[in-house]
């Protein structure tokens, strides 16, 4: 189910963690490098219980929950990358109704997204927009970095899985990239 995805693979990777660290218990260097990466799954793995927590409040079912995540997430995210975030925002977002499903599936793409820029585009800076029309709304991302082609079989499963998820709940997503100008990912949604 959606709403586990990102914890299951959090859990199975501290459970992995664990053996290896007791494997080498009698090396202490060894150990030490385990219990440090055990450490920073546990934190990966608190923050995304903490999402999911917030997915499963009624209270949050609304676009403007989802995007005020997502500002948020997204400013904490890129600034240990010294990566320049432009918000391109409407103060007011209409509080349109969203399904727990759809919210976290939405949430979990974007950090799928995020991870791509952080590991592949050697970008200084992303720019986030989001427009509004009566019909549907619209999330980029754009980063400025090296791009890549989206038709590639060698993108491996990052692309695959931010579509599945935007698919699941009847959403649209597009990734443009530019040779020189970077990638955009562009996330549509009727209202």
């Known amino acids: 189910m959606l ?22 218990a009698e090396t202490p260097a060894a150990l030490s490098a385990q219990l440090q990466q055990l450490r920073q799954v546990t934190d990966r793995a ?46 007011a977002v209409p509080p349109l109704v969203l399904s727990t499903e759809a919210r976290y599936g939405f949430f979990l793409a974007m950090k799928e997204t995020f991870n791509n820029i952080v590991r592949h585009a050697q970008a200084t800076e992303v720019r986030i927009s ?8 619209k999330l980029t991302i754009q980063d400025n970095g090296c791009s890549f082609d989206p038709t590639s079989k060698a993108t491996g499963n990052g692309l695959y899985n931010i579509r599945k998820r935007i698919d699941a709940f009847g959403g649209n997503v597009e990734f443009i990239a530019s040779r020189g100008k970077g990638t955009k990912v562009v996330f549509v949604m009727k209202c």
């Open 130 to 137: 989001l427009a509004l029309s009566k019909a549907e709304w």
């Open 46 to 91: 608190k923050g995304g219980m903490g999402h999911l927590l917030w997915a499963l409040k009624p209270e949050c079912d609304n676009l403007e929950s989802l995007v005020s995540l997502i500002v948020r997430y997204a400013g904490e995210f890129f600034e240990p990358w010294d990566i320049r975030l432009r918000l391109d925002v409407p103060e």
């Open 3 to 24: 709403l586990h995805d990102d914890l299951g693979s959090d859990l199975t990777q501290i459970g992995r963690l664990i053996e290896i660290a007791e494997r080498h």
